[in-house]
Each structure stands twice: as C-alpha cells, then as structure tokens.
C-alpha cells in the first residue's frame, strides 16, 4: 500500500530530475492556441533545454529548468505564466481532462469541447478539487472510440449528439444529458474527493477504492469499439503531426506557427484542423 501522496509534477510543484527540473502544463482536451506554443518555446529556449514534450496526456512539460531547493525561480514561474497555460495556479495538477483531439472538427456524434471547458471551470472554481490527486484522470470521448480503451477515472462516451454514457472508474454510469454532463462529472470528483479522505495513503483512483462510488450498470448498446489512436498524416478534419518521442524540438514547433489553434494528441502527435490550416 502507498503511504505518500502522489507526486506529478507541476509548475508550482515541479520534478526533480537528472537533468534539472522538469514541469508540467495540462491543456484541457489538448487544446493549445499557436501563440501560447510560440511564447513556451521561447521559455524553453530562455530556462530549459529549448525544446517542449507532450506527454501521453496530451499534456505539455519542460525539462532541464534550474533547481532552486526544489522549486523554480520566480522569473521563470512569470515566465510560464506567460503563456497563458497556467490559468489556476491553485488547480494546476487536477486539470487532467482527456478529449477525443478531432471533436468539433470531424466525425464523432457530438462536440466535447464545451463540456471539457465547463468542467475544467467546475474544477477550477470548487477548491475541494485542489486537492484531488494529479493522477486523477477524465477522459471524454465523443463517440468515435479512439478513447474508450484509455482507463480514467471518471469520464463518458458520447451516444448521440445529447446523450452519454458516464464511465465511473472501471465501470459505467447512468446514461445523461450532455448539457449536465460536466457537473455530473465534477459531482463524480467531489464524492471521490470525499471518499478517499485525507490520509498519505489516500486512493489515487476510483478502482482503488473500498467500494463503488456509484452502482455499476451495464454498457450501453450504443457504446461503439475502440478504434485506435488517430493516425498521422491527412485525417478527416485536418492533419495529424507525428513528433518522435513526444519531443517537439524548436525546429518543428516553428513548423507550426503559421496554425491558429492546434490539439495534441495523446499519441505523440498534434493535429491541426483544416480550418486553421494556411492557404497555400
């Protein structure tokens, strides 16, 4: 059994490596405007190693930043802040919500985004929620599949344009609304909040509970199979970037400046939508 808290990195709780420290920057739904990855790569090349990592999250981080007893300098926190990818200081470690990259853009049953930014204000405005653990994990899949396999703790499936599916730790939820979807989902964080307590060795997931938060029911028939990650090159909507090994080098983010709104993928890639694409 753990008996410490869990220790995913932060801006303001960063991680101490060999190379330095290494921060983390979640992006709701991997959603990230061209201009916030311009100025990060400026950051990087200023306090880090220069480059930018995306993570199987679709998250963001940076690596090689000075160690100041274990924390960043305040120039470099003003720097990332800079960005504006760093929207809740207070919330920064439990803003993990995980969303189907082409939602909104092309096929799926329904538009994630607007519930992925309501539950993200949810979060951030419920100061409970600060303290769930930075493992805690949504994921939203709008009905394509391509995320119906990644294990989350509390996330749903969209099975029409306004209805889904809750996912409730390992198991399923009641069939809801999508326009109550992201408070049913931040209701599902509090009650786990609640659940776990306050103990070092406190749960990290809902499956590491002592008991259901809710009662398990049976999937949907409308719940569709998984269909894998998204491949790189021409997909509908748009394109989809391969990064080797997640390392986004100054090089290849410049590659993407022209773009207005970019997603990163959780398959070491970032799609761009054909309708922020640059006319030839």
């Known amino acids: ?23 983390r920057l979640r992006l709701v739904g991997g959603r990230l405007p061209a201009a916030s990855l ?19 999250r679709a998250n963001l981080q940076l690596r090689g930043l000075a160690d100041h007893a274990g924390a960043l300098a305040p120039d470099a926190v003003a720097a990332v802040e800079s960005t504006g990818l760093l929207p809740s200081p207070s919330h ?10 082409q939602t909104g853009h092309a096929g799926g049953r329904a538009d994630l985004r607007p519930v992925a930014a309501r539950l993200d204000a949810l979060l951030c405005a419920d100061p409970r929620l600060a303290r769930l653990p930075g493992r805690f994990l949504f994921v939203l899949d709008d009905g394509r ?4 396999d990644r294990q989350s703790d509390a996330g749903l499936v969209a099975l029409s344009d306004t209805e889904a599916q809750l996912r409730i730790g ?18 599902l964080a ?19 509970l002592g008991r259901p938060l809710q009662p398990a029911l049976a999937a949907d028939p409308r719940v569709p199979a ?55």
């Not at 920064?92 to 990259?101: A, D, F, K, T």
């Not at 399923?172 to 209701?187: F, N, S």
């Not at 909507?237 to 391969?242: I, L, P, R, S, W």
Request: contains cysteine.
């Open 1 to 23: 059994m753990r008996a410490r808290a869990d220790r995913c990195p932060g801006v303001l709780r960063p991680w101490v490596a060999d190379d330095g420290l290494l921060v």
């Open 38 to 56: 311009a100025r990060l790569l400026q950051v990087s090349a200023e306090f880090a190693d220069g480059s930018v990592y995306l993570t199987k």
């Open 92 to 101: 920064e470690l439990v803003r993990n919500i995980l969303v189907s990259p």
């Open 145 to 148: 599949g391509d995320l119906i």
């Open 170 to 187: 390992d198991d399923w939820g009641a069939v809801i609304g999508l326009d109550d979807a992201a408070a049913r989902l931040a209701e």
């Open 190 to 208: 509090a009650a786990f909040q609640e659940a776990r307590g306050e103990q070092p060795d406190a749960p990290w997931h809902v499956r590491e």
């Open 226 to 280: 998984p269909s894998g990650p998204l491949p790189f090159g021409s997909v509908p909507g748009g394109t989809h970037v391969h990064v080797p090994d997640g390392v986004l080098t100054p090089d290849q983010g410049r590659s993407l400046m022209e773009h207005t709104e970019l997603v990163v993928t959780p398959w070491q890639g970032v799609f761009i939508p054909q309708a922020q694409e640059a006319n030839p």
